[in-house]
């Protein structure tokens, strides 16, 4: 199994400052056959599903606002929520999609 | 665009068996797609189950396996997820999804509880 590992827990960043959330997985998750990597980012807040943000690991889903941007290839991965605004204290999940699928722990960004 | 929607029992009986479907809109499950199950236990989070291909393929999470089934009717363009014995611990928020580009379900709650 690829197992997804998520840093920090845990992050309390000021309103309209950067947020950087780290994910590395145990082996690349780079797809061969269209040389992107199957690495997705959700958002949770509570009492509602997962919302997906990023896909192929820089794809921004459609409607989801450009200061959130993802970045990194192989094993390490990275998004970037580039001026926090209070609507995206959340929960923020890895996913690997490269065999089976695979999460991270999340992430739990608070205003500080 | 592609739509999934989860649908079956909100309560299940400790030992019984938790049936669920999903049913998939805007697409076709016989795309060349993969189509998974993942849960998230109340304040946990998000583990994946099962994955299937239209073809009939399937993979299990190794921790699930022995109480897994998932199976696909591309007649009603919908997959459905069967987990056995089920305790306490089964209880979750449960999701359907096509894997790759992702797509999922609104979720459906399942409490084990008798």
């Known amino acids: 199994d690829i197992v997804m590992t998520q840093s920090p827990d845990s992050l309390a960043v000021s309103l309209g400052e950067r947020a950087t959330i780290n994910c590395k997985s145990s082996?690349?998750?780079?797809?061969?056959?269209?040389?992107?990597?199957?690495l997705a980012w959700y958002q949770q807040k509570p009492g509602q599903p997962p919302k997906l943000l990023i896909y192929w690991a820089s794809t921004r889903e459609s409607g989801v606002p450009d200061r959130f941007s993802g970045s990194g290839s192989g094993t390490d991965f990275t998004l970037t929520i580039s001026s926090l605004q209070a609507e995206d204290v959340a929960v923020y999940y890895c996913?690997?999609?490269?065999?089976?699928?695979?999460f991270g722990g999340g992430t739990k960004v608070e205003i500080k | 665009q592609v739509q999934l929607q989860e649908s079956g029992p909100g309560l299940v009986k400790p030992s019984g068996t938790l049936s669920l479907t999903c049913a998939v809109s805007?697409?076709?499950?016989?795309?060349?797609?993969?189509w998974s199950w993942i849960r998230q236990p109340p304040g946990r989070g998000l583990e994946w189950i099962a994955e299937?291909?239209?073809?009939?393929?399937?993979n299990y999470n190794s921790s699930l396996k022995s109480r897994v089934t998932i199976s696909v009717d591309k007649s009603k363009n919908q997959f459905s997820l069967n987990l056995t014995s089920v305790t306490a611990a089964d209880t979750a928020v449960y999701y359907c999804a096509r894997n790759a580009p992702p797509v999922w379900g609104k979720g459906t709650t399942v409490t084990v509880s008798s």
């Open positions: 805007g697409g076709s499950l016989s795309s060349d797609y993969w």
């Open positions: 996913q690997q999609y490269y065999r089976t699928l695979t």
């Open positions: 299937i291909h239209h073809g009939g393929s399937t």
């Open positions: 082996q690349s998750v780079l797809y061969s056959s269209n040389n992107k990597n199957c």
